[in-house]
Antibody, heavy 118, light 107 residues
Framework: QVQLQESGPGLVRPSETLSLTCSVS??????????WSWIRQPPGQGLEWIGY???????HYNPSVKSRVTMSEDTSKNQFSLRMTSVTAADTAVYYC??????????WGKGTTVTVSS | DIQMTQSPSSLSASVGDRVTITCQAS??????LNWYQQKPGKAPKLLIY???NLHVGVPSRFSGGGYGTDFTFTISSLQPEDIATYFC?????????FGQGTKVEIK
């Protein structure tokens, strides 16, 4: 059974960098045919697809955050990561990592809440 | 970006009722439309992909249809465990975008 688990700081100061990691079990991100993506959900709002990483480091980002986002993977640890710079209060959200087929997200982590505040 | 518009934004129905949600895309997206269920405090779960394909393990009372710009999601007989918010999502042209959600409650 494939499982994903997000980890990272729950509080980030404005203008600083948000860094999250997703640990994958039950599948190998190195050999998998799937893509690995991040999605976020601001409090009480809908879902926003941030982007994905696939095939040993290829990425595709949402233009809404493209200038501030970097995704990477550590195949030795079977993890992939999200880095978002210059955060503001608008980046406060629950962040989910997912396995993507691509186009549809069939496995989700439980989510991690990130609050941007001083 | 492709805009996804769901209606209604919320609905209340009785156990056993047939419930239908619609999702309209701002441009033609062929069959590339998915539906997710999100219960309070939980991550979304994939229910239907490619407009009408049931994801593994999803009860058969859930179904989807449509093509192009207009799509439907139906619960044939609403159960208490179906209380949740449902989202549509397109993946014809990136960035993938979601509808604003439909909250389903029991009357």
């Amino acid at each position: 059974q494939v499982q994903l688990q997000e980890s990272g700081p729950g509080l980030v100061r404005p203008s600083e960098t948000l860094s999250l990691t997703c640990s994958v079990s039950g599948d190998s991100i190195r050999t998998s045919r799937y893509y690995w993506s991040w999605i976020r959900q601001p409090p009480g709002q809908g879902l926003e697809w941030i982007g994905y990483i696939y095939d040993s480091g290829n990425t595709h980002y949402n233009p809404s955050v493209k200038s501030r986002v970097t995704m990477s993977e550590d195949t030795s640890k079977n993890q992939f990561s999200l880095r978002m710079t210059s955060v503001t209060a608008a980046d406060t959200a629950v962040y989910y990592c997912t396995r993507e087929r691509p186009g549809y997200m069939d496995v989700w982590g439980k989510g991690t809440t990130v609050t941007v505040s001083s | 970006d492709i805009q996804m518009t769901q209606s209604p934004s919320s609905l209340s129905a009785s156990v056993g009722d047939r419930v239908t949600i619609t999702c309209q895309a701002s441009q033609h997206i062929k069959k590339y439309l998915n539906w997710y269920q999100q219960k309070p405090g939980k991550a979304p779960k994939l229910l239907i992909y490619d407009a009408y394909n049931l994801h593994v393990g999803v009860p058969s009372r859930f179904s989807g249809g449509g093509y192009g710009t207009d799509f439907t999601f139906t619960i044939s007989s609403l159960q208490p465990e179906d209380i949740a918010t449902y989202f549509c999502q397109q993946y014809d042209i990136p960035p993938w975008t979601f509808g604003q959600g439909t909250k389903v409650e029991i009357k």
